[in-house]
């Protein structure tokens, strides 16, 4: 049981690791967090497309790997 939910987290930590780097990038990296990164933030901009699902999956993966996070703590 213990290998099992080990080797899920792995494969999950993988996927999500992979999706993350396909997700276009919103700001200039860290010059725009500094100077100019509000309008993005604030702004109303949707994702749409293959954003979108990438979003969508980010999250279904995130809440995933942190239910066998848990799991595997409890085991």
Known sequence: MHTAILVS???VAA???VVVL???????G????????AEQLF???KA???DLVLHR???VLSIIFFGLV???AKV
């Open 30 to 37: 860290l010059s725009g967090a500094i100077s100019g990164g």
């Open 15 to 17: 996927a999500l690791i």
């Open 9 to 11: 987290l792995l494969i």
């Open 57 to 59: 999956v980010t999250i």
């Open 22 to 28: 396909l997700q276009s990038s919103k700001t200039a």
């Open 70 to 72: 848990i799991a595997i």
């Open 43 to 45: 702004g109303k901009s």
């Open 48 to 50: 749409r497309g293959l």
